[in-house]
C-alpha cells in the first residue's frame, strides 16, 4: 500500500509499504479516509520538531476512516463503523497515568511525531485509540475533531466557565477553534490576530471580538472591554515569546495564563505572584474525544471556514508545500483519500 513518509528536512514522498494487519486481540484495522495537517506535521516536514529530528516518519494525527477488520476480543467496534483516531498512548502504569492524565504520561507516544501516522492507506491500533462517529458528521469535518479535542482541554485546563473573559492570542486553526468552543460554553471572547486572512476568518466564524492589533491598540481596547479589570484568561496560541509579558500584565488579578503554543515561555515572575496568577499549562487531551463528538453539531457551521483547502491524498506534496507557506488565508488543510470529496 502507499503512504507518505518524510526521510529528511522538506525532503518527502510516497513510499510502498506492507500494509499493517491485526497483530493483537484488540487491535482495529482503519482503512484512512481523511487526514488534517497541522502545525505539528509542519514542524516535522521542515525538520524542527525535536521528537521526529533525523528520522524517517510518515505523519498525521488527525485523521479517520471506515473499520474493515477487528481482533477477537475487540466489543465496542464491528467492521463498517466510521471511528476517528486518538492519537495518544500511553502506559497506564507510571504517576501520571494512575491519576488518568495519560497525556502526560512519562512514555506518551503519539501517532505521527514519535511513531508512524495516518497518512497512509490503512492504519492499525488498539481499539481504546478509535472513537465512533455519526453518519451526519462528513470525512471533512472528522478531521477537525482532534483539533477541537485540543480545544477542549485547554478549556478543561483552565476551568473556563461561562462568566469568564478571555482573550486569545492567534487566530490559526487551533486558536479559531478554541474560540469557537469557548463562545459555544458561554465565556466572553476575545481574539487578537495581525493577518487580515485569519482576522476575516475570525469574524466570519462569529467570534464577538476581533482584534486586529495592528491597528487597534491591544490593551486598551481589552481593558475597554473587560471594563478596566482586564481578561481572566488569555490563551497564547501564536507563540510569540514577546506577547507574555503582555499578557501577564494584562490579566485580572487571580487571572489564569494558558501557553497553549509549543514553544518557550517568558515573563516576570514577580509580577504574576503580585497579581496571584495561575500558569496553566496544556498538553494534548484527555477524556476529550466523547464530548467533543457529542457536541459537534455546533462546531458544524463553521468547519468549511476552518478548512479552506482540500487535497487528494495523490496530491500530499502540493498540501505540505501550501501549509509551509503560512498564507494568512489558509487554515485547515485535509486530504482525503479514494478518490473523492463530500
Not at 492504519?123 to 483539533?147: C, G, K, M, T, Y
Not at 474525544?289 to 462546531?299: D, E, G, K, L, M
Request: charged share 25%.
Amino acid at each position: 500500500m502507499k503512504a507518505f513518509m518524510i526521510e529528511d528536512t522538506r525532503f518527502a514522498g510516497f513510499i510502498e509499504v506492507e500494509e499493517p494487519q491485526i497483530c493483537s486481540p484488540t487491535a482495529v484495522k482503519v482503512q484512512v479516509e481523511s487526514v488534517g495537517i497541522c502545525g505539528t506535521d509542519i514542524k516535522i516536514y521542515e525538520g524542527h520538531h525535536s521528537q521526529s529530528m533525523g528520522q524517517k516518519r510518515i505523519p498525521g494525527h488527525e485523521f479517520a476512516g471506515v473499520v474493515t477488520e477487528i481482533g477477537e476480543q475487540v466489543k465496542g467496534l464491528k467492521k463498517g463503523d466510521r471511528v476517528v483516531h486518538e492519537p495518544i498512548s500511553y502506559c497506564g502504569q507510571c504517576y501520571a497515568c494512575l491519576k488518568g492524565e495519560g497525556n502526560v504520561c512519562a512514555q506518551v507516544k503519539v501517532t505521527g511525531c514519535n511513531m508512524s501516522g495516518g497518512l497512509e492507506e490503512y492504519f492499525v491500533s488498539d481499539e481504546r485509540q478509535w472513537h465512533r462517529i455519526p453518519d451526519w458528521i462528513s470525512w471533512n469535518e472528522a478531521a477537525l475533531i482532534e483539533p477541537y479535542t485540543i480545544a477542549a482541554q485547554v478549556c478543561a485546563r483552565a476551568e473556563l466557565a461561562p462568566e469568564d473573559t478571555l482573550l486569545i492570542y492567534g487566530a490559526g486553526p487551533i486558536g479559531l477553534m478554541l474560540a469557537d468552543t469557548a463562545v459555544h460554553m458561554g465565556a466572553m471572547v476575545m481574539i487578537s490576530e495581525i493577518s487580515d486572512g485569519r482576522l476575516r476568518m475570525a469574524r466570519e466564524i462569529g467570534i464577538p471580538y476581533v482584534i486586529d492589533s495592528t491597528r487597534d491598540n491591544l490593551r486598551e481596547r481589552v481593558m475597554e472591554l473587560t471594563g478596566g479589570y482586564g481578561p481572566n484568561i488569555i490563551a497564547d496560541c501564536a507563540g510569540i515569546v514577546q506577547l507574555d509579558e503582555e499578557a501577564i500584565d494584562m490579566l485580572s488579578p487571580c487571572g489564569r495564563f494558558v501557553p497553549v503554543a509549543a514553544v518557550p515561555f517568558m515573563f516576570d515572575g514577580y509580577k504574576a505572584m503580585r497579581k496571584q496568577l495561575k500558569i496553566v499549562a496544556s498538553r494534548l487531551q484527555m477524556h476529550q474525544f466523547a464530548p467533543v463528538i457529542s457536541n459537534f453539531r455546533q462546531y458544524q457551521e463553521h468547519a468549511d471556514r476552518i478548512i479552506t483547502d482540500v487535497f487528494d491524498f495523490k496530491d500530499t506534496k502540493k498540501a505540505f508545500a501550501l501549509a509551509g507557506q503560512r498564507r494568512s488565508e489558509t487554515g485547515k488543510i485535509v486530504l482525503r483519500f479514494n478518490k473523492y470529496m463530500d
